[in-house]
């Protein structure tokens, strides 16, 4: 065994297995040597010549020194496990292979001894960090359980051949069409504050009542919903319940397939999952919504899939088990590129849950929020089963009055007509906009040649009037066009031949321009740039968009 301050090895029986082996290569037939792979092996040189005579035995070459040094040449190891000498040690350490299964036992040993030395290590920094004592637990629970099956003792893995896997019924069933896959992880992931919980309380409701996810997509069957919240706080959950439920025409108190509870289960602790087994045992329930998973993590690098990959495992592994669909809530990353794009599978936080999870449903802004107005937000859907969808829901919850029910009306167009109606929203802004500059350099235009009553040149008015070029040429077209100005000859610098310029009209002179306006643009017809709603039935959505106010319109000009 080693010295004070390193792991725990046992040098001379990894040699002296590998001496073995090239004696008795039948060896690895036996269990003590059939459970070892060259991970156990805690000396470097030794570990590569195992390696090697496995990979030999595994291809029937017949095991001899020789064979051995010629195939760590051509690897370019040979130099590295020592060369010769080091080969030569193995075989004249031991004069038979009759040994062998006692060195294999002795070499498996030590490797337990490291994995409880470093286990030791990492239990004592975490109780230097004072991590919970259930946490604790959890890594001592990971541990036994993978002891329990390090000499492969376990059962074999089910395997299906291609008979069995034709011709079986593992048809994929949804609990929501298009949306939510049965008995498949999933999340609903949305940047912080973007109604990450309030569509997860939407789902569950819909779910426990067999009712329209959103008052749209339809629950193939009622479940009975566990919702897992500590973030939001009891109050709110109930305010937002109460509100979808009465938007419904339900009362909530009515429900018997929905249940709350305040505390979440700590992932990768026993204790915790027990917790959640005599909870189960206690409620049952279909659905697991898990709101929001960061708090139900431990103290580890969010950034280590393989950390992440043995927490999401086991806890998914449970609800499988029980046929539990499970749904986490969980953030997409800040600091993204276009924060009102739709939303993508690799904007989740953290390694590991993209991979993790078999669907997801994503929300981001359209636009940024000034409230009371509407929530315009993008919905991503998709799958592994190959199902997706994007969306563009419309949430408006109305203003906020303590004591009172909130407002829950959502509105729902594809991705296409979303796209059409902003870029109408878009082209309306644009056409005020130029409303608004026509009628300002109208009045600019005005008040200049006022201060030139015998009239000025363009260049002249242009420098006076601090106008481009071509918003003074729109001016004075429209100008002259409503008859307040005139053009007119000028001489200036004594020359005999005049100039074309440029002043007010007669009539003007002294007038105040100030509610002066020449409409450049047509009004747009009175009331909203588009109308959405849902009608009877879930069907799709309208959208329409004014003529001369979409993009590709034609658009009138007023002289």
């Given at each position: 065994?080693?010295?004070?301050?390193?792991?725990?090895?046992?040098?001379?029986?990894?040699?002296?297995?590998?001496?073995?082996?090239?004696?008795?290569?039948?060896?690895?037939?036996?269990?003590?040597?059939?459970?070892?792979?060259?991970?156990?092996?805690?000396?470097?040189?030794?570990?590569?010549?195992?390696?090697?005579?496995?990979?030999?035995?595994?291809?029937?070459?017949?095991?001899?020194?020789?064979?051995?040094?010629?195939?760590?040449?051509?690897?370019?190891?040979?130099?590295?496990?020592?060369?010769?000498?080091?080969?030569?040690?193995?075989?004249?350490?031991?004069?038979?292979?009759?040994?062998?299964?006692?060195?294999?036992?002795?070499?498996?040993?030590?490797?337990?001894?490291?994995?409880?030395?470093?286990?030791?290590?990492?239990?004592?920094?975490?109780?230097?960090?004072?991590?919970?004592?259930?946490?604790?637990?959890?890594?001592?629970?990971?541990?036994?359980?993978?002891?329990?099956?390090?000499?492969?003792?376990?059962?074999?893995?089910?395997?299906?051949?291609?008979?069995?896997?034709?011709?079986?019924?593992?048809?994929?069933?949804?609990?929501?069409?298009?949306?939510?896959?049965?008995?498949?992880?999933?999340?609903?992931g949305a940047p912080p504050k973007t109604m990450?919980?309030?569509?997860?309380?939407?789902?569950?409701?819909?779910?426990?009542?067999?009712?329209?996810?959103?008052?749209?997509?339809?629950?193939?069957?009622?479940?009975?919903?566990?919702?897992?919240?500590?973030?939001?706080?009891?109050?709110?959950?109930?305010?937002?319940?109460?509100?979808?439920?009465?938007?419904?025409?339900?009362?909530?108190?009515?429900?018997?397939?929905?249940?709350?509870?305040?505390?979440?289960?700590?992932?990768?602790?026993?204790?915790?999952?027990?917790?959640?087994?005599?909870?189960?045992?206690?409620?049952?329930?279909?659905?697991?919504?898990?709101?929001?998973?960061?708090?139900?993590?431990?103290?580890?690098?969010?950034?280590?899939?393989?950390?992440?990959?043995?927490?999401?495992?086991?806890?998914?592994?449970?609800?499988?088990?029980?046929?539990?669909?499970?749904?986490?809530?969980?953030?997409?990353?800040?600091?993204?590129?276009?924060?009102?794009?739709?939303?993508?599978?690799?904007?989740?936080?953290?390694?590991?849950?993209?991979?993790?999870?078999?669907?997801?449903?994503?929300?981001?802004?359209?636009?940024?929020?000034?409230?009371?107005?509407?929530?315009?937000?993008?919905?991503?859907?998709?799958?592994?089963?190959?199902?997706?969808?994007?969306?563009?829901?419309?949430?408006?919850?109305?203003?906020?009055?303590?004591?009172?029910?909130?407002?829950?009306?959502?509105?729902?167009?594809?991705?296409?007509?979303?796209?059409?109606?902003?870029?109408?929203?878009?082209?309306?802004?644009?056409?005020?906009?130029?409303?608004?500059?026509?009628?300002?350099?109208?009045?600019?235009?005005?008040?200049?040649?006022?201060?030139?009553?015998?009239?000025?040149?363009?260049?002249?008015?242009?420098?006076?009037?601090?106008?481009?070029?071509?918003?003074?040429?729109?001016?004075?077209?429209?100008?002259?066009?409503?008859?307040?100005?005139?053009?007119?000859?000028?001489?200036?610098?004594?020359?005999?031949?005049?100039?074309?310029?440029?002043?007010?009209?007669?009539?003007?002179?002294?007038?105040?321009?100030?509610?002066?306006?020449?409409?450049l643009l047509p009004d747009p017809p009175a009331?909203?740039?588009?109308?959405?709603?849902?009608?009877?039935?879930?069907?799709?959505?309208?959208?329409?968009?004014?003529?001369?106010?979409?993009?590709?319109?034609?658009?009138?000009?007023?002289?």
């Amino acid at each position: 065994m080693s010295g004070d301050g390193l792991p725990p090895a046992d040098a001379e029986a990894e040699k002296q297995l590998n001496g073995s082996l090239f004696w008795m290569p039948e060896l690895f037939d036996f269990p003590e040597v059939a459970r070892l792979r060259p991970h156990h092996f805690f000396s470097l040189d030794q570990r590569r010549i195992f390696a090697e005579l496995f990979a030999m035995r595994a291809e029937g070459v017949a095991i001899d020194p020789a064979t051995l040094g010629s195939r760590l040449k051509a690897q370019g190891e040979f130099e590295a496990v020592g060369g010769q000498a080091v080969i030569a040690s193995a075989v004249k350490s031991v004069p038979h292979g009759g040994h062998g299964r006692t060195f294999a036992d002795d070499v498996f040993r030590a490797f337990r001894h490291r994995e409880q030395w470093l286990l030791v290590g990492r239990l004592q920094k975490q109780i230097a960090d004072k991590l919970p004592p259930e946490d604790i637990d959890g890594q001592l629970g990971y541990y036994l359980e993978n002891v329990q099956h390090a000499d492969n003792t376990a059962d074999a893995f089910e395997v299906l051949n291609c008979q069995q896997l034709a011709e079986g019924a593992f048809d994929l069933d949804y609990l929501i069409d298009n949306v939510m896959p049965k008995g498949q992880p999933g999340v609903i992931g949305a940047p912080p504050k973007t109604m990450k919980t309030t569509f997860a309380v939407d789902l569950g409701l819909s779910l426990a009542t067999g009712g329209y996810f959103l008052g749209y997509f339809r629950v193939r069957q009622p479940a009975r919903v566990m919702m897992f919240s500590a973030e939001s706080g009891i109050g709110t959950l109930q305010l937002t319940a109460k509100s979808i439920a009465a938007e419904a025409g339900l009362d909530l108190a009515s429900i018997t397939n929905l249940f709350w509870c305040e505390q979440l289960p700590k992932l990768g602790s026993d204790r915790q999952l027990a917790r959640l087994e005599a909870t189960y045992k206690r409620t049952p329930f279909d659905v697991l919504i898990f709101d929001p998973l960061y708090k139900g993590l431990p103290n580890i690098d969010p950034k280590n899939i393989f950390a992440q990959g043995e927490l999401l495992e086991p806890f998914s592994r449970w609800c499988c088990e029980r046929g539990i669909t499970l749904v986490f809530v969980h953030h997409l990353k800040k600091g993204v590129a276009d924060p009102y794009a739709p939303p993508e599978l690799a904007d989740l936080s953290y390694a590991g849950i993209a991979e993790h999870v078999r669907w997801w449903l994503l929300l981001s802004r359209r636009e940024k929020y000034i409230p009371p107005a509407a929530h315009r937000l993008w919905m991503a859907t998709g799958g592994s089963a190959g199902h997706s969808g994007l969306w563009a829901i419309d949430v408006d919850q109305g203003e906020f009055v303590p004591g009172q029910l909130r407002k829950w009306d959502v509105r729902i167009q594809n991705a296409q007509e979303a796209q059409r109606a902003a870029a109408c929203r878009e082209q309306e802004a644009k056409l005020a906009k130029l409303k608004v500059n026509a009628a300002a350099d109208q009045q600019t235009l005005l008040k200049t040649l006022e201060r030139f009553p015998e009239g000025e040149t363009k260049t002249g008015i242009r420098n006076a009037s601090l106008l481009r070029t071509e918003r003074l040429d729109e001016a004075l077209r429209v100008a002259i066009a409503a008859g307040t100005v005139v053009t007119c000859d000028l001489f200036k610098s004594g020359k005999k031949t005049p100039i074309g310029g440029y002043r007010l009209a007669t009539s003007t002179t002294g007038t105040d321009h100030r509610d002066s306006s020449v409409p450049l643009l047509p009004d747009p017809p009175a009331g909203r740039p588009y109308v959405i709603g849902r009608p009877p039935g879930g069907g799709p959505l309208d959208s329409e968009c004014p003529p001369g106010h979409c993009p590709g319109d034609p658009v009138e000009v007023r002289s």
